[in-house]
């Protein structure tokens, strides 16, 4: 597969500097790529790595198209631009239809001639299997679960009873869909399990990482919406509900019933507390702890308490001076108690 600059461009936009007629078969970094390679600059400390690319080409924005003699396709967001010329070289694996030899697909189960379910997979009765959708091996699909059309279910995924994807959702080995969420009540010395009777419903185009748990709803439903983009290892607790194009990094956890908002980023190892709301555009830092519901838009970093960047950032600063201040402090004091001794 090979496409020229000039072909490249006229799919995704942009504007060629140099041959459009170089030839690109694969994608590459700055710092290996080479013929038929095409790489690209989205962080200006790779400048460098620009100035002595051997790439055929490269993707940059206006500010960098100087900085190098190769060919390139000028656009607003190089990052974005690659990602979709990646796609074009590099397109998922289509699923062969079929039910194969050792998966146990049962009666009353829905299969569309168009899905494919892997030896190993289990499929419970009253599951609903969309068109082009892929099963892997060792996966079980529970009862009454709909997966919509072109969803990927890698090896060995978990979908509890009642939960529902949208169209072309990816779950990666070691998910698990639908848990019980961790409901218990106090009674004296012991705990009483609240049954936890809501699923889980997922969006269109999301993506959950391996071993990422999402809990179903004790109630109502736990949701996911549109093109959430989740990492591995992240715990999703019951009744959560994260908007759309939001994206949450790895080993990052969510507390029961948080709503977090449209396109917010929540940084690796985060915590937010539970029934807390994040609102839309929100983004917070890894390792951070939420501990109050965020209403303003804005970056937001820090353990106990955390703060907006800004504020949070500059007394860090002051943090790391606290000794020397404290010191200083301390003479002054006894500056001052030496110019007015106490009256007797």
């Known amino acids: 597969m090979a496409f020229t600059l000039a072909e490249i461009a006229a799919r995704f936009g942009g504007r060629v500097v140099g041959e459009p007629q170089v030839l690109i078969r694969q994608v590459g970094t700055l710092e290996r790529a080479g013929e038929g390679q095409i790489a690209f600059l989205a962080n ?39 990602a979709r010329v990646s796609q074009l070289f590099n397109p998922d694996a289509v699923a062969v239809p079929g039910v194969q030899p050792g998966a146990h697909v049962a009666a009353g189960a829905h299969i569309d001639a168009l899905a494919r379910v892997e030896a190993g997979a289990t499929v419970e009765p009253g599951a609903v299997i969309g068109a082009g959708c892929w099963i892997g091996a060792g996966s079980f699909v529970g009862q009454g679960v709909a997966l919509g059309e072109g969803s990927r279910l890698h090896p060995s995924v978990v979908v509890y009873a009642g939960c529902r994807t949208g169209a072309r959702a990816i779950l990666h080995s070691g998910a698990v869909i639908g848990a019980d969420g961790f409901g218990i009540a106090r009674d004296g010395e012991r705990w009483v399990k609240v049954p936890q009777i809501g699923g889980v419903r997922i969006g269109d185009d999301v993506e959950i990482g391996a071993n990422t748990t999402v809990d179903r709803g004790a109630i109502e439903d736990t949701v996911i919406e549109d093109g959430v983009k989740l990492d591995n290892q992240i715990q999703i607790g019951h009744n959560c509900r994260v908007g759309a194009h939001s994206a949450i990094a790895g080993c990052a956890g969510l507390a029961g019933s948080v709503s977090v908002g449209r396109r917010c980023t929540i940084g690796a190892g985060a915590i937010v507390l539970g029934h807390l709301s994040i609102c839309d555009d929100a983004h917070v830092s890894a390792d951070t702890v939420i501990s109050r519901s965020i209403r303003k838009p804005g970056t937001y970093t820090g353990l106990f308490p955390f703060d907006d960047h800004r504020s949070w950032a500059r007394n860090t600063a002051l943090l790391r001076h606290l000794a020397e201040l404290a010191d200083r402090v301390r003479r002054l004091e006894q500056q001052l108690s030496q110019k007015d001794p106490p009256h007797g």
Do not use: K
């Open 44 to 82: 200006p400390r790779y400048r460098a790595q620009l100035a002595a690319t051997r790439a055929a080409a490269v993707i940059i924005a206006a500010d960098a198209e100087t900085l190098t003699a190769r060919p390139c396709i000028v656009c607003d967001n190089p990052y974005a631009y690659f």
